[in-house]
């Protein structure tokens, strides 16, 4: 593990440019016998991407899959019957969004203790899902397959967002999606191989299967998951606490907007299966297409959203997500009374609504290079791109855990059944409605730009 330290290379150039892959010129001087990989392109930059898509796949992608943990848990002993099962996902992907802007900030500290916190968070999942499979009760999964893998997916997790900054600069947003598309594609095919592990070996020796594939797909891949930069370096140029950028108009409506998509982007994955079996009388594997054609819509769409991230203003991005998802969801899911158009809108949500993060590296960018953005409210010099990343994740967060109390409360009266025309009348209405509703005030940002708002 010691190699994970070297940053020389004799026969490639450095390609140097832009904000948060940027070397000074006194920098180069304190770091003369250091030849920097370069960026954007080259072996070490594409075999980082790799594996962080990879770690991000599982990290983010497994405890997404909990629903089919969640819907064994309430039928077999000893969980059958007991309430706060949702629980255990709620911690899992909150924790892990809401932690993530401290969790980022002391790995920013402390870089060179951060070069193993990948290998550190990869053990911390396996063994928070061998204790899971340990589990005789409810909080003891909240502890385990809950709480404790959120912490080792924050430490495993963090680092690749992190030394993406500084491998990618011209091609970062492209670079971010394509990350960002593992959960996508590990969302296309854990339920299937999930369901079919429970039916066959039950939920204990499914998760100690699953800890021990962790290991044996990720720890191959730790050694790529390292910085370009310099442990030294790092630390002399991150103020990562440094969040004054949070105060700026434009940065606190994209914040809003970015929890109000949040609030609707997790229901429509929760509740379609369910929908196509007791609406469109979908069974089995034809309702479980709903999620794998949403997921593989999701990874074909986040890196085409970077793509488009890098070349046009976040705004125009963001826009294009917006209208997107919430048109899809009013015209497609609202009208739709049979599989085939079910899974058309399953395709549209997850290629606009999937990518809507993606769109993050534009503002990130924006916040940490316009000067008439900061002006007298901070200094974007002293801002560490990441954490512009961070604090919006943690924005995911807080929309994750409200999302799952309000889609019981919009779905248990069953409101409006018989009373409306086709989907809005089959008493998930409101649910369809909320969602289309804050798809479409995310997209707030766009008339606010053009009324001159925000920059």
Request: hydrophobic share 45%; glycine share 10%; aromatic share 12%.
């Amino acid at each position: 593990m010691a190699t994970r330290l070297s940053f020389t290379h004799s026969q490639e150039k450095d390609d140097v440019s832009s904000v948060g892959t940027e070397v000074g010129v006194e920098d180069m001087k304190n770091t003369t016998d250091v030849t920097l990989r370069p960026v954007d392109h080259g072996t070490h930059a594409w075999l980082f991407l790799c594996a962080s898509f990879l770690i991000e796949g599982l990290a983010l992608g497994f405890p997404g899959a909990y629903g089919v943990f969640q819907s064994h848990y309430s039928t077999h002993k000893p969980f059958a019957g007991a309430s706060g099962l949702p629980v255990v996902e709620t911690c899992a992907m909150g924790i892990m969004y809401l932690g993530m802007p401290i969790t980022m900030g002391v790995q920013r500290l402390c870089p060179r203790l951060t070069l193993w916190a990948p290998a550190a968070g990869i053990l911390t999942m396996s063994l928070s899902l061998v204790l899971a499979s340990l589990a005789k009760t409810v909080p003891h999964l909240i502890a385990t397959q809950g709480i404790l893998f959120a912490i080792g997916s924050s430490l495993a997790y963090c680092p690749c967002v992190a030394y993406l900054n500084e491998w990618f600069d011209k091609r970062k947003g492209m670079a971010y999606g394509i990350m960002w598309a593992g959960t996508g594609l590990s969302g296309s095919v854990l339920p299937f191989l999930l369901e079919y592990m429970l039916q066959g070996f039950g939920f204990r020796t499914t998760l100690r299967i699953w800890a021990a594939v962790f290991i044996a797909i990720t720890m191959p891949v730790v050694y790529f998951v390292k910085p370009r930069l310099p442990p030294s370096q790092q630390q002399q140029q991150q103020q990562p606490f440094y969040l004054r950028f949070t105060l700026s108009p434009t940065f606190m409506l994209h914040q809003l907007a970015n929890i109000a998509q949040a609030l609707g982007f997790f229901l429509p994955s929760i509740y379609l299966p369910t929908y196509a079996s007791a609406v469109v009388g979908a069974k089995g594997p034809a309702s479980a297409a709903t999620i794998l054609v949403l997921n593989l819509a999701s990874t074909a769409g986040c890196p085409t959203m970077g793509w488009l991230s890098d070349r046009f203003h976040v705004t125009t991005c963001l826009c294009i997500a917006t209208v997107g998802a919430s048109m899809s969801t009013f015209l497609l899911w609202g009208f739709t009374t049979n599989l085939p158009m079910l899974l058309v809108y399953c395709g549209f949500y997850g290629l606009f609504a999937g990518s809507y993060t993606s769109a993050w590296t534009g503002l990130m960018r924006q916040v940490t290079t316009d000067a008439d953005l900061s002006s007298s409210i901070y200094r974007r010099e002293a801002v560490d791109p990441v954490m512009v990343v961070a604090v919006l994740a943690a924005g995911r967060g807080v929309g994750s855990v409200l999302s799952g109390p309000l889609s019981q409360a919009l779905t248990e009266p069953m409101a409006w059944k018989g009373e409306a025309l086709a989907a809005y009348g089959s008493g998930y209405g409101p649910l369809i409605v909320f969602t289309g509703v804050t798809a479409a005030l995310s997209g707030i940002v766009l008339p606010s730009r053009y009324m001159g708002w925000i920059r």
